[in-house]
């Protein structure tokens, strides 16, 4: 007797062997067709019951949701839409699911939206969109780690809690142990954080790039992958208050060569899921182009999901200066005509998504990767240009979802980082550590971050980043 999974069972050849297979129950019909899936899947493997040999009271246990244990030949199937079938010799219910409970859940067999999925967030994984979408979760987080072990980086664990702020946001979530009610006070009234757990104010993390950079420093090439936090009370399809970053970390490396490994690395996660997903992102193509039958037909995409993906492959990224960038935006009809929400007026303003759009689908109609930012919109690290103005900053633009990634190349010089760190009132005696890096073997090196997030939202289509990931925290939901 042989236990697979259905992924396997569906790519096996008929044989005269006894196999043995678990999972839930999709349908179950004219009390002889069973649909059975196990989540390694997308499809479904069909068990065929002969009804007349196996006890009735069995049989009505066997609905939708349900958990069983199949055991038969497998055989060719008789049947359109499969190639082979279990001809079922043994089966035994080992979770029951009530048909009048299931009727109340997203696991009754009928169209639900993504906002009611949502609602029953530890259910809907057992749905084919959500199965789809982790299963591609699962895979591109494994094509993250194959990247960089294939290029010879270092993965490192960048820590979770920590006194310092990375990017100067101040969104962040307090870490302490003092009593919430009653917590100890100083002279001037405010918290003593001396009798806390560290002995000083600390936070989850909003990125590891600060401690990536000081392993970079020894080790060269280090990549981080790991939660990262913002408290940022914004309940948007775009937002997130845990996310995961991926953020590698490279010494000697300059802007240039760091927009040439942020290309090289997107490249290939997104081709390794088209060739590992191919089932799940036919399905997720074929569930957006039903979505999109009720757009008007300017709202629609351009692309099917998969001819996105490969247009990413297909093209090389266009690099553009801010500067450059602003002035066609300035230019630009949606501006002249003031359709952008957010007007372009001047040198200097913070790109929108809607301006980062613009730029990819309708401009250059390409990947666009954009560099040399105003330093003062991006953070205290970033290398400053010979101008005084710009910083060695780059973003990384997608169809359909603007920034995917942002990077720089860092501040090496250490009496232009400590002037940088004052004029932001940054304490340089928190940060002596990573002062301390510019002071012993500075050299030039880069960086950057790509919430995963957005990787898989834009891999798998879908709207909503709360929709790829395990369970879609909101603020006042911290359970999902």
Not at 214 to 223: E, Q
Not at 234 to 243: D, K
Not at 407 to 431: C, P, T
Request: net charge negative; charged share 30%; glycine share 6%.
């Amino acid at each position: 007797m042989q236990d697979k999974t259905i992924a396997e069972l569906l790519k096996s050849e008929p044989g005269h062997h006894e196999i043995t297979v678990r999972g839930w129950v999709r349908s179950f019909r004219s009390n002889r067709f069973i649909a059975l899936n196990d989540g390694s899947t997308i499809n479904t493997l069909q068990c065929v019951v002969d009804f007349e040999n196996f006890d009735e009271e069995v049989l009505k246990k066997v609905t939708v949701g349900a958990a069983i244990e199949v055991s038969g030949l497998l055989v060719e199937s008789q049947g359109q839409g499969q190639t082979v079938e279990i001809q079922v010799s043994k089966l035994t219910v080992l979770g029951e699911a009530n048909p009048e409970d299931v009727k109340l859940t997203i696991l009754s067999p009928k169209r639900h939206s993504l906002e009611t999925l949502r609602e029953q967030a530890h259910l809907r994984i057992r749905t084919n969109t959500f199965g789809a979408v982790m299963r591609t979760r699962s895979k591109l987080a494994f094509a993250v780690h194959e990247y960089f072990q294939k290029n010879g980086f270092n993965y490192m664990h960048s820590p979770i809690i920590t006194g310092s702020d990375a990017e100067g946001a101040g969104e962040m979530f307090r870490v302490s142990a003092l009593d919430a009610k009653n917590p100890p006070l100083d002279e001037s009234g405010n918290i003593n954080y001396k009798e806390d757990f560290f002995e000083k104010e600390t936070n989850l993390t909003v990125s590891g790039q600060l401690e990536a950079e000081t392993y970079a420093m020894a080790l060269g090439k280090v990549y981080t992958f790991g939660p990262t936090f913002r408290a940022e009370n914004s309940n948007t399809s775009r937002h997130l208050a845990e996310f995961w970053m991926i953020e590698p970390e490279v010494a000697f490396n300059d802007l240039d060569a760091n927009m040439d490994l942020a290309e090289d690395f997107i490249k290939y996660v997104i081709n390794y899921a088209l060739e590992n997903c191919a089932d799940d992102l036919e399905f997720l193509e074929n569930r957006l182009l039903e979505e999109e039958k009720s757009k008007p037909q300017d709202e629609r995409s351009e692309m099917k999901l998969r001819e996105k993906l490969s247009f990413i492959l297909e093209n090389n990224f266009k690099r553009v200066s801010y500067t450059e960038a602003i002035d066609i935006l300035k230019r630009s009809k949606p501006n002249q005509k003031k359709k952008f929400k957010y007007l372009i007026e001047e040198w200097g303003a913070d790109l929108q998504s809607e301006h980062e759009r613009f730029l990819v689908e309708k401009h250059f109609k390409c990947p666009v990767i954009l560099f040399d930012y105003p330093a003062n919109i991006k953070s205290f690290y970033m290398r400053l240009n010979d101008d005084g103005k710009t910083v060695r900053a780059m973003d990384v633009l997608f169809p359909g979802i603007g920034e995917i990634v942002g990077g720089s190349q860092r501040e090496e010089r250490y009496d232009v980082l400590l002037e940088k760190m004052k004029a932001m009132n940054i304490d340089a005696k928190e940060l002596y550590w990573y002062l301390d890096l510019r002071k012993f073997g500075t050299a030039v090196h880069s960086g950057f971050g790509l919430g995963f997030e957005r990787l898989v939202q834009f891999t798998t289509g879908m709207g909503n980043i709360r929709d790829v990931i395990p369970y879609p925290r909101t603020p006042g939901n911290a359970e999902f």
